[in-house]
C-alpha cells in the first residue's frame, strides 16, 4: 500500500496552540519534561534526513594552504599537521558530512611522529608524495599514491616520510564525530616510537592478489589484516573487471576494499570503495542513507548532488549527505575516471537502517 506523506493526516501531531496548553508545556518544561506532540513530526521525519549539505573541496585552492602547515608548525607541535574539511553545516561536530571527519595531512621528509591510539577508527588515501609509511601496532606499511591504507580502532599508530623520500600528503579519513555522538571515543599517547619487529608490508604482502590466504594464518581481530591496499593491484584489477563485468549503471565498475577473512567491510564502523567510471560514462541517479567522502583518484568529471553540479579532478575532495540525490559523470570520451570514497556503511548495514532508492523521474538523470 502507498504510503501518505502528509503532516495533517491521522496519525501525526496535529495539536493547535491555546493558552491553556502553552501554560501546559511551560509547567512541564519546569520538570524536566515535555510533550512529545510539540516535537513528534520534527524528530520523525517521513524519510531520513540530513543536516549535512554537499561540499567540493578543489585541491588547487587548499593545496598551498596545506603545505604552508608544514612551515608553521611541526607535527610534534601539532600532534596532527592536518587541514580538515568541515561541513558548512556540521561545524559544531568538526565533520565534513554527516558524522565523518576528514583533513589533508601532510609530512615533510625525515618527519615522524610519536605513536598514539583511539577508539575512532581511521583510513588515509595517499594523494602525493614517496617515502610515506605508517606503523599500525608494530606492523611497519609503506605507501604510494593512491594506495589505502587502515589504522583500526586501538591501534597504536605512527607516520613519517623518509629523509630521502618527497613531502607526502594524504587524505585521512576518521569517524570521530560518530564516535563522539555516541560518548565512547579515547585518545591516548604512545611514550616515544613504536618498535617494528617485523618485515616492512609483512601482511599486505602475505596476501595474494590471485586470492590466496596463508594456509596457517590465525587471525582474530575485527578488521582486515591487509592493513594497505595498493594502487598498483587496485587500478588493475578494476581495469580487468570492466572487461568482464556488466557496468553498475549508478557506480560504473565499484569495488570495496574487503576484508579476505571475511569478504566485508575493512573495519567495523568506516567502509571504503574504489569506482571506474569508463569514459563517458553518465552515471544514473539514485540516493541511499549513509554518508560519503570521495576523492578523484584520476580523471575528471562531475556529480550532480541534489540538483547541484560539483565539477571533480584528481586530488579534488567532495562529499554526498544520506539520502541526498546523486550521479556520477565522466568527462573524458576517451579516458576513465576512478572515484574514491569512504563511509559509514558498516554502521548503516549493523543496525539495519540501509535504505536505498532509484530516481525515476527523467529518464533517471537530475535537471540542474
Ligand atoms: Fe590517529
Ligand atoms: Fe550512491
Not at 607541535?77 to 556540521?90: E, I
Not at 571533480?312 to 539520502?323: A, L, N
Not at 570514497?341 to 543496525?351: A, G, I, T
Amino acid at each position: 500500500m502507498e504510503a501518505k506523506h502528509s503532516d495533517n493526516q491521522i496519525g501525526r501531531a496535529r495539536v493547535q496552540d491555546t493558552p491553556e496548553l502553552e501554560a501546559y508545556y511551560k509547567e512541564l518544561e519546569t520538570l524536566g519534561a515535555g510533550a512529545l506532540w510539540t516535537v513528534a513530526n520534527d524528530i520523525e521525519p517521513w524519510e531520513p534526513r540530513s543536516s549535512s549539505v554537499p561540499m567540493l573541496w578543489k585541491y588547487d585552492d587548499l593545496r598551498d594552504l596545506v603545505l604552508k602547515s608544514s612551515e608553521l608548525v611541526t607535527p610534534e607541535q601539532a600532534g596532527r599537521r592536518v587541514v580538515y574539511l568541515v561541513n558548512d553545516k556540521r561545524k559544531d561536530v568538526s565533520a565534513a558530512v554527516g558524522w565523518l571527519y576528514t583533513g589533508i595531512q601532510v609530512t615533510k621528509p625525515g618527519e615522524s611522529t610519536s605513536a598514539h591510539k583511539h577508539k575512532a577508527s581511521a583510513l588515509r588515501f595517499i594523494m602525493e608524495g614517496e617515502g610515506g609509511y605508517t606503523v599500525v601496532d608494530g606492523n611497519k606499511i609503506t605507501f604510494e599514491v593512491n594506495d589505502f591504507v587502515i589504522t583500526p580502532n586501538s591501534t597504536w599508530h605512527e607516520h613519517g616520510c623518509d629523509v630521502n623520500g618527497k613531502t607526502c600528503i594524504w587524505q585521512d579519513g576518521l569517524d570521530i564525530p560518530l564516535v563522539n555522538a555516541l560518548e565512547a571515543n579515547d585518545y591516548a599517547v604512545y611514550d616515544g616510537k613504536q618498535q617494528v619487529e617485523k618485515p616492512t608490508n609483512q601482511l599486505s604482502n602475505s596476501f595474494s592478489a590471485s586470492g590466496l590466504i596463508p594456509a596457517d594464518f590465525i587471525w582474530n581481530k575485527p578488521y582486515s589484516p591487509l592493513f594497505k591496499y595498493s594502487w598498483k593491484t587496485v587500478y588493475p584489477a578494476l581495469i580487468e573487471s570492466l572487461k568482464v563485468n556488466t557496468v553498475n549503471l549508478f557506480d560504473g565498475i565499484i569495488m570495496q576494499y574487503s576484508n579476505p577473512i571475511t569478504g566485508g567491510h575493512v573495519m567495523q564502523t568506516l567502509g571504503a570503495s574504489i569506482q571506474l567510471l569508463p569514459a563517458s560514462f553518465k552515471g544514473k541517479a539514485h540516493k541511499h542513507t549513509g554518508s560519503f567522502v570521495y576523492q578523484c583518484a584520476k580523471g575528471k568529471g562531475f556529480s550532480i548532488i541534489n540538483g547541484e553540479r560539483f565539477d571533480w579532478k584528481e586530488r579534488d575532495i567532495f562529499c554526498i549527505p544520506s539520502w541526498a540525490l546523486h550521479e556520477h559523470h565522466n568527462l573524458s570520451d576517451n579516458e576513465d575516471a576512478c572515484l574514491f570514497s569512504f563511509n559509514d556503511l558498516p554502521v548503516m548495514e549493523k543496525l539495519g537502517l540501509y535504505q536505498e532508492k532509484n530516481y525515476e523521474e527523467n529518464n533517471g538523470n537530475q535537471i540542474i
